[in-house]
C-alpha cells in the first residue's frame, strides 16, 4: 500500500515529500479540468489554511475527510461546474473565514449543516444558477458579513431565518430574474449596509423594515416591475419619528421602466447624497418634496424621456454639486418663476445634453457662480445662449457639440479652458476667446 502521501503526489500530479505535505499551508489547485475528486487523504494536511480548486470543473464531490482540515480558512471553489453538492464534512471546518462557490452551476442547495461555519465571514454563490434556495438554518452563521447571491437565477426567496445573520453587512441579489421579494424579518440586519437589488426584473416589494437597520448603499436598478406604490411603502410605512431610514446616503433606482413617479415619502431620507433615477422612462415628475433632501449631492436624472419639468424648490438643495439630465428628450425649460433661476446656486455640473425640447436657458444662470461644467451636447432647440454666460466665474468646461441650430455666442468666461463646438453648422461667428483656451 502506498503512503499517504505518494497518494496525493499521484492524484494531483505533484512531488513533494511527506514533510512538505504536513507543513503545507496553501494548496492552489486551479484550472485543473481533468481533477474529477480529490484523494481522502488530502484530510492529513492538518496546517493547510488556504485550498483552492477554482476552474476544476470535472470535480464532482468533495471527500469526507476534508473535515479534518482545521486550521483552513479559505476554500474556493470557484467555477467548478460538476460539483453538485457539499458533503456534511464541511460543516465541521470551524476555523474556516471564506467559501466560495460562483459559477458552481450544478449547486442546487446547501448542506444543513452549513450553519456549523461558526467563524464564516463571506459566503460567494453568485452564478450558481440551480440554486434554489438556502436551508433554514443559515442563521447559524453568526459571523456572516458578506452574503452574494447574484445572478442566481433560480433562487426565488429568501428564508425568514435570514433576520438571524446579526454581523452581515452586504446581501448581493443582483440579477436574480426570478427573486420576487425579501422577508420582513431583513429588518433584524442591524448591521447591514449594503442592499443590492439590481437587475432583479420580478423584485417589486421592498419592506419598509430595511429601513431599521444600517443601510447606507440601496441599489434597486433594473427592477422593472417597481412601481411608485412599491416605493412609498417602503419609505412611508412607519412615522418619521421612528428615525426610519437614518443611515442610507446612495440609492439607485435607474432603469426602472415602470416608475412613473417619485413618492413623496421619499423626503424622509435626511442623509441621502446620491439619487440616481437615470433611464426612468415612465417618470413624468419628481415631487415638491424632493427639495427636503438637504444632504443631496448628486442627482442622476439621465435618459427620464418622460420628464417636462423640475420641482422650483430643487432650488433648495443647497449640497448638491451635480445634476445630470442628459437625453430628458422631453424637457422643455429649467425651473424658473418672476425671472428668477431656481436651480442650487452650490452646483459645479450641470449636464442638459442631448435634451432636445428645450429652447433657451434663463438669464439667471449666470448667477451660478460655482458652475465648472455646462454640458449642452445635441441640444438641437437651443438657438443662442445668454449674455450672462460670462458671470459664470468659475466655467471651465462648455461642450455645445451638435448644437445645430445656435447661430451666436455670448462673450465667454474668462476661465474656460475647454469649448467644443464641433457641428455647430448655424454658428457664424466667435467672440473673443478666453486666454485660457
Not at 500530479?13 to 511527506?18: D, F, G, Q, R
Not at 442623509?271 to 448628486?298: A, E
Not at 442622476?300 to 419639468?309: A, E, K, M, N, V
Amino acid at each position: 500500500m502506498p503512503d499517504w502521501w505518494s497518494e496525493l503526489n499521484v492524484a494531483l500530479n505533484l512531488h513533494k515529500s511527506e514533510e512538505e505535505w504536513l507543513t503545507l499551508d496553501t494548496l492552489d489547485l486551479q484550472g485543473r479540468p481533468n481533477l474529477e475528486k480529490l484523494p481522502k487523504s488530502i484530510g492529513k494536511l492538518r496546517q493547510l489554511t488556504s485550498l483552492t480548486l477554482r476552474g476544476c470543473t470535472s470535480l464532482r464531490q468533495l471527500p469526507a475527510s476534508i473535515a479534518h482540515l482545521q486550521s483552513l480558512t479559505t476554500l474556493d471553489l470557484s467555477q467548478c461546474g460538476a460539483l453538485n453538492s457539499l458533503p456534511a464534512a464541511v460543516g465541521g471546518l470551524k476555523q474556516l473565514e471564506i467559501l466560495r462557490l460562483p459559477g458552481c452551476v450544478s449547486l442546487q442547495q446547501l448542506p444543513v449543516f452549513i450553519d456549523g461555519l461558526c467563524a464564516l465571514q463571506e459566503l460567494d454563490l453568485s452564478q450558481c444558477a440551480a440554486l434554489v434556495g438556502l436551508p433554514a438554518h443559515i442563521s447559524g452563521l453568526a459571523k456572516l458579513q458578506k452574503l452574494r447571491l447574484n445572478s442566481c437565477v433560480s433562487l426565488t426567496e429568501l428564508p425568514a431565518s435570514i433576520g438571524g445573520l446579526s454581523a452581515l453587512k452586504e446581501l448581493d441579489l443582483s440579477h436574480c430574474t426570478s427573486f420576487e421579494h425579501l422577508p420582513h424579518q431583513v429588518g433584524k440586519l442591524q448591521n447591514l449596509e449594503t442592499l443590492l437589488l439590481a437587475g432583479c426584473a420580478k423584485f417589486r416589494h421592498l419592506p419598509w423594515s430595511v429601513g431599521q437597520t444600517k443601510i447606507a448603499a440601496l441599489y434597486m436598478s433594473g427592477c422593472t416591475s417597481l412601481r411608485v406604490g412599491d416605493l412609498a411603502g417602503t419609505f412611508g410605512g412607519v412615522s418619521a419619528k421612528d428615525q426610519m431610514w437614518g443611515s442610507l446616503e446612495s440609492l439607485d433606482v435607474s432603469g426602472c421602466d415602470a416608475l412613473s413617479a417619485v413618492p413623496g415619502s421619499i423626503s424622509c431620507l435626511h442623509k441621502l447624497q446620491v439619487l440616481n433615477l437615470g433611464d426612468c422612462t415612465s417618470l413624468h415628475k419628481l415631487p415638491d418634496t424632493i427639495g427636503h433632501l438637504g444632504s443631496l449631492q448628486r442627482l442622476q436624472l439621465h435618459g427620464c424621456i418622460s420628464l417636462r419639468c423640475l420641482p422650483q424648490n430643487i432650488s433648495s438643495l443647497a449640497q448638491l454639486h451635480t445634476l445630470e439630465m442628459c437625453r430628458c428628450s422631453a424637457l422643455e425649460e429649467l425651473p424658473e418663476e418672476n425671472g428668477e433661476l431656481h436651480l442650487p446656486s452650490s452646483l459645479t455640473k450641470l449636464d442638459l445634453s442631448g435634451c432636445v425640447a428645450l429652447k433657451r436657458l434663463p438669464p439667471k444662470i449666470g448667477g451660478l457662480d460655482k458652475l465648472n461644467e455646462l454640458l449642452l451636447a445635441d441640444c438641437e432647440g437651443l438657438r443662442q445662449l445668454p449674455s450672462t454666460l460670462s458671470s459664470l466665474k468659475s466655467l471651465e468646461v462648455l461642450n455645445l457639440t451638435s448644437c445645430s441650430n445656435i447661430w451666436r455666442l455670448p462673450e465667454l468666461p474668462k476661465e474656460l479652458r475647454a469649448l467644443q463646438i464641433v457641428d455647430c453648422f448655424s454658428l457664424k461667428s466667435l467672440p473673443t476667446l478666453p486666454s485660457a483656451l
